[in-house]
Every structure is written in structure tokens, then in C-alpha cells.
């Protein structure tokens, strides 16, 4: 058994086989051969290998040719390695003795002798790579055309890879593929939203691992603590399958909450919406009775792309969530992505030093007006499907919001010369998440139909602080008394405008903030649709009293710690079994 | 056929220890003796016609190794080897003088 550590970044527990993916998409299942085939098995790794080391030859005088010999002696060393005794020795052993199929014998034995490589000191674990090469060249042999891929899975597994692409991520089959985890990413990394969106236990960023499993292993995936288990013992496997029943059923008795109103217990109503990125999730969002899509993300449309959308892609993915949620108010909001992760007509080619403060979201859709009028023309034209209002996220001056109404009016203009259906009358909000914008909450207040608190990047921005940066996240917190002093302010310059306030970002959907937003007057959340059912419970078992006492006594403590306990132990104390 | 048993102590003389390459040009000489060839370093035992176990050896500069030939031409089999480990000192210093 060894237990690796990593990031949780989708909750739950899920047990199965190892699919280990590398970067050519291999899956290789612990198989085996029957002993009647064990020496026609043996035969087919025998010119399995003999055909690798051709290749590798072949390799070495086409790279000595074309980069010289130095570089060609590397694949000599490759086909040395193929022709190694011992390493056939070991595989026919396998086969012969163990009776595994020679692919997963080939991928056993290279997989520990790459281990060993890893520990023999800096020379040896240099090589590793060349190790993992040759896996693949032999395998790629052995299976010849029937290799097995992500898109061709028959029965459940867990996935393993280096690292997982948002398309690749949002391809996932979640009725086969049961959890994953990846060596590289972080907790805001689009790979990671993705698996809270698709709702599969994830651990990512955990490190070089993969040359420990073997296709095959039982893995477990606990999302909750971040760990990766392989080859789990018995009792472990046994305490897993008990946490991963119990999850079940707990999940179970939240869906009963769906059709009750998220009120406390003194009748105040709170508005509990969805955030989603792609239109599948709108199911997931009515299971649970949301009361509309507070946050439409609309990236997903971006992915992968040479190119940005089409119109007529925008108004297909918008509609169908639109009419799927049945006359439920849906928040779209505009593209918001750094200009190093758009498609290529997105972007400007050049290097940004520091792309949080750079070129994106709303200032890059400014900038490529013509790109960003395509996706306002498609959420007009839903707009008469449904009551449908757009957000523009990361705005940070007056201005800026101006220049976005502009445009959308040019749109409208169109639109109604070519007498295309759409709302004139369509809600335009914006996203808070600049200290700025707090600080101009007043102005903005006339300008804008809606905010929307975007708690992520509020936090990123008033702090100076990057997440994602180890050495500094600790600095992260929602809870930090400088957050919490401008969330307040939003409330108070909505209020006084009657504008609706609503909070999408992370801290929404955690439990230990619930008392402190209800008890700021904050009366609509919009929130992964997961933890709707958790939210709600906690709403249905406060008082909007106890709630306001919270986030008056709160706001008198200096630092984020503090803070942050003193809200887990408020929260805990009314609904212990989810504070945990 | 009476089987001759040769033994050598040879020190690793160059800064970057049996590396990849030399690694590799050592397998490939030893592969062309018909005697069986094994390196002994403290307790570890390991076949020279092995890359894998080559390559575990951790073989780094100063490193002290007992080279064992057992066979027909373990003489001739020990005599290269011996001066191919004894030849990484300058083959070492060639290549990194070349590089730019």
C-alpha cells in the first residue's frame, strides 16, 4: 500500500482499477494468459521486442544522420535496453510464471526497474524517461492496433495521468470513469473545475507517481482529503468502501431537501442558484432544486480552438441550457479567460509578465470587438427564449462597463434591422471582484442592473496573493478582515440602490461562511450545484438573528485565522455533521 | 573446457561516473565475449552485458569496482574493459572541451 498526497479539488471517494494514461493515451490491464498460451505469448513479446529494437536502430541512424552521433547514441542505448537478457528474462518470467499477459509484464517490470532507476542516485534517474520510452515502444508493438484509450473504455476504472487536458477532462465517460488523479495541476487549473463540474472524486498536483502504478491496481481516490491510495490493504479498502457508501447516503438524504425553500428558521428567504459550465450541468442544478443559473461560465467554449466560436455554437450551448431550465433566470457571463488561453484569434502573441493584471476577460473582449459582438449577438438571441441577463466579468473602471454597453447596444441595433428576436430590456450586471470596483460600488450601481461577487479573485486582488503560489497561499483566505469589510461595503451601496446582490464565487458554496452572508443581507448565493443541498440545510437551520450576530462579531477581528475559526465554530455549532 | 577467472579492481576515473553513454559502449563490448562478466561493487553484484544493471550501479567518479571475467576469453574480456573505464578519464575530457 502507498498513500499519495496531493490537491482535492472534487469531493468523494471512488475505488477501482488503474487506468494509467501517459501522454500517447496507453492503457495497459492487468491481464492474463491462459498457460495452455503461455508460449505463444512468449513468442509474441520475443518479436515484439526483436521489432523494437529494429525501430530504435532505425531511430539511431536517422538522429546521428540528422543531429549527429551523440544524439543517435541515445537510441542505441534504447535498443540495448530492448535487448537487455535480463530484462527479457524478467518478462518471460512474468508470463511463465504469473501468467501476465506480456503486456502488463513488460509494463510491471519496466515500471520497477524505473524505480529503481529513480533511487540509484542522479545518473540512473536521469534515464527514467528513456525507461517509459522503451515501455512505449514495446508496448506500442505488443498491442499493435488494439490499443485501448480513453474513448473506448467498456467497464469502470480510475484514471491516472501526467496531466489531463480540459478537453480531455470534459470528454471524461462519468459512467466508467469513476475518478481521477494527475501528477501536475492546481486547484484552480480549468482541469480541476471541470471535475467539480462533472462530479467525479479528483486529486491533482500530487507529484511524480505514475511510474509506481501499474494498469490494473486498485486505486483509491479520496476528493475529500486529497490522497491517492494504491494498492490499498484490506482494512484500508474496507474503511474506503464503508466512507464511499456513507457519502452515497448522504447525498441520498440531501436530494429530499430539493423541493423545500432555503429559509431559516425565522422565515428569511435565501435564493440558492447554480454556477455551470456546461450545458449537461443544468441537470445536475434541477436534481437539486436550484432556482436558476447565477453563473453561466462560458470559457468551455474557447478550449482547444484554432479559432473562437461560432455564433451559431454559442446560441446552441446557451439555448439548450435556457430552455432546459424551463423559465428559471439564467446569468451568462461573457468570455473571461487570460490572453494565454484563448484560440488563436484571441490572442496577441505576446509574452505577459504578469497575466493576472493583463489582457483578459472583459479588456481582452474590448479588444477584439468583432469576436467579442459574435457572443453578445448569440445571448441576445436567447434572450427571447428565456429570462436571460449577462454579466461581464473582471470589470475594473466605469469606463470599461460604458464601452461594453456601447457594443451590446450596436448589437441590438443589428439585431433589430435584420428583425431578430431578442429582450431589449435584457439585465446587464457585472461581476465585483476588483477592489475597485467595491470602492466605486456607488457609481457602478447606476450603471449596472446586477452585481455579482466574485469571491476568487476579490480575495486574489485585495490580498496581492496568487493562489496557486505554495509559498504564498496561505495568504489566501476569504475570511481575511480586508475581504470581509468590502463585501460589506458592496452590501451596503446595493442596498441602498435596491440592486440585486448576489455571491458566486468559492466562498459561497462553503459552509463555514453560510451564517456570515445570510448575516451580512445577503439574500442570493450562486453556488457549484453540489453543495446546493449542503447549503440549503445550513440556511433551514439558522436564525437571520444568529446570522446577523455572527457577521457583526466577526467584522471586530483583526486576522484571517481568527476569523475563519471563529466561523467553523459558529457553523458547527449548527450543523456539526458538515462543518467538519 | 577449463573456464579462466580473471580479476581486476578498477577505480571510475572520470568526474561524470558510467553514465549513459559509457554505459551503453560498455554493454555493447561486453556483449561480444563469450565469458560471463559481472562487476562487484561492496555487496552488489551485477552483469556488464545488462544495461538495466549497468545503470543501477551508481557508478560515480572514485567509485572502487571488482571486474570478474569468467570464460574462454576472459583475459581479452577483462584487457578491453579495463582500458575502456581507464579511457573515460579522456574520452570525459574530449567531449567537454567540444562543447561550445
Do not use: W
Request: hydrophobic share 40%.
Amino acid at each position: 500500500m502507498e498513500i499519495k498526497r496531493g490537491i482535492a479539488v472534487s469531493p468523494g471517494v471512488a475505488i477501482g482499477p488503474a487506468m494509467v494514461l501517459d501522454a500517447e493515451g496507453f492503457r495497459i490491464p492487468k491481464r492474463f494468459v491462459k498457460p495452455s498460451a503461455v508460449a505463444s505469448e512468449v513468442q509474441r513479446l520475443e518479436h515484439a521486442l526483436d521489432k523494437a529494437r529494429a525501430e530504435a536502430l532505425a531511430n539511431e541512424s536517422f538522429i546521428a544522420g540528422k543531429l549527429g552521433s551523440e544524439y543517435g547514441a541515445i537510441f542505441s542505448a534504447h535498443a540495448q535496453m530492448i535487448a537487455d537478457t535480463k530484462l527479457r528474462r524478467e518478462i518471460i518470467s512474468h508470463i511463465e510464471e504469473r501468467n501476465f499477459s506480456p503486456e502488463y509484464a513488460t509494463s510491471q517490470v519496466l515500471r520497477r526497474f524505473a524505480k529503481v532507476f529513480e533511487t540509484a542516485g542522479p545518473i540512473a534517474a536521469a534515464r527514467v524517461n528513456d525507461i517509459f520510452d522503451v515501455e512505449h515502444r514495446i508496448l506500442r508493438h505488443l498491442l499493435g492496433e488494439q490499443r485501448e484509450e480513453l474513448s473506448q473504455l467498456t467497464s469502470p476504472v480510475i484514471v491516472l495521468a501526467h496531466d489531463l487536458t480540459p478537453s480531455e477532462t470534459a470528454g471524461l465517460d462519468t459512467k466508467l470513469v469513476r475518478g481521477f488523479a494527475t501528477e501536475e495541476g492546481g486547484r484552480t487549473s480549468h482541469t480541476a473545475i471541470l471535475a467539480g463540474a462533472l462530479e467525479i472524486p479528483a486529486v491533482v498536483g500530487i507529484g511524480r507517481f505514475l511510474s509506481d502504478v501499474s494498469g490494473g491496481d486498485t486505486i483509491v481516490i479520496d476528493g475529500n482529503r486529497g490522497l491517492v491510495i494504491l494498492n490499498p490493504d484490506e482494512n484500508t479498502l474496507a474503511e474506503y468502501q464503508h466512507t464511499e457508501e456513507e457519502f452515497r447516503h448522504f447525498e441520498e438524504s440531501l436530494v429530499a431537501l430539493r423541493d423545500l425553500p432555503a429559509e431559516t428558521l425565522d422565515g428569511v428567504r435565501v435564493s440558492l442558484v447554480g454556477n455551470i459550465e456546461f450545458p449537461s450541468e443544468v441537470e445536475h442544478c434541477l436534481e437539486r432544486g436550484a432556482e436558476g443559473i447565477g453563473l453561466y461560465r462560458t470559457e468551455f467554449l474557447y478550449l482547444d480552438k484554432q479559432r473562437s466560436p461560432t455564433e451559431e455554437e454559442h446560441f446552441e450551448a446557451y439555448s439548450h441550457v435556457v430552455k432546459a431550465m424551463q423559465g428559471r433566470p439564467v446569468v451568462i457571463r461573457t468570455l473571461d479567460l487570460g490572453a494565454d488561453k484563448v484560440p488563436e484569434d484571441l490572442a496577441t502573441g505576446e509574452r505577459e509578465r504578469n497575466p493576472f493584471l493583463g489582457l483578459r476577460s472583459l479588456r481582452l473582449c474590448l479588444h477584439y470587438p468583432e469576436i467579442f459582438k459574435t457572443q453578445l449577438r448569440a445571448i441576445l438571441r436567447v434572450s427571447a427564449l428565456g429570462p436571460v441577463s449577462i454579466m461581464f466579468p473582471l470589470v475594473t473602471t466605469i469606463t470599461e462597463l460604458r464601452q461594453a454597453k456601447l457594443l451590446l447596444n450596436n448589437v441590438m441595433e443589428d439585431l433589430a434591422e435584420q428583425h431578430i428576436e431578442f429582450n431589449r430590456k435584457v439585465s446587464v450586471g457585472i461581476m465585483v471582484e476588483v477592489p475597485s470596483t467595491v470602492i466605486m460600488a456607488d457609481q457602478f450601481c447606476r450603471v449596472a442592473d446586477f452585481f455579482s461577487l466574485g469571491t476568487n479573485d476579490l480575495v486574489q486582488y485585495t490580498l496581492a496573493v496568487d493562489r496557486n503560489n505554495q509559498s504564498v497561499s496561505n495568504l489566501f483566505s476569504a475570511a481575511d478582515p480586508a475581504v470581509l469589510r468590502l463585501i460589506r461595503a458592496v452590501v451596503k451601496a446595493t442596498k441602498r440602490r435596491n440592486l440585486p446582490l448576489s455571491v458566486c464565487g468559492e466562498m459561497s458554496a462553503d459552509p463555514i461562511y453560510t451564517l456570515l452572508l445570510v448575516g451580512l443581507g445577503i439574500r442570493s448565493l450562486s453556488i457549484t450545484p453540489h453543495s446546493i443541498p449542503e447549503i440549503k440545510k445550513i440556511i433551514r437551520s439558522i436564525k437571520s438573528r444568529d446570522a446577523m450576530r455572527v457577521a457583526r462579531k466577526v467584522m471586530t477581528i483583526d486576522n484571517a485565522r481568527d476569523a475563519a475559526n471563529y466561523l467553523r465554530g459558529e457553523a458547527r455549532k449548527f450543523l456539526p455533521e458538515i462543518v467538519g | 573446457m577449463a573456464d579462466d577467472v580473471v580479476r581486476r579492481q578498477l577505480c571510475v576515473p572520470n568526474p561524470q561516473g558510467i553514465h549513459a553513454r559509457p554505459a551503453a559502449r560498455l554493454v555493447e563490448l561486453a556483449n561480444g565475449f563469450q565469458s560471463r562478466i559481472e562487476f562487484v561493487k561492496g555487496t552488489e553484484r551485477v552483469d556488464a552485458k545488462s544495461i538495466f544493471q549497468i545503470m543501477t550501479l551508481a557508478a560515480v567518479q572514485g567509485t572502487v569496482l571488482l571486474l570478474e571475467a569468467r570464460g574462454p576469453d576472459a583475459q581479452a574480456a577483462a584487457d578491453a574493459i579495463e582500458k575502456m573505464i581507464q579511457e573515460l578519464a579522456e574520452t570525459d575530457a574530449e567531449a567537454s572541451t567540444s562543447e561550445p
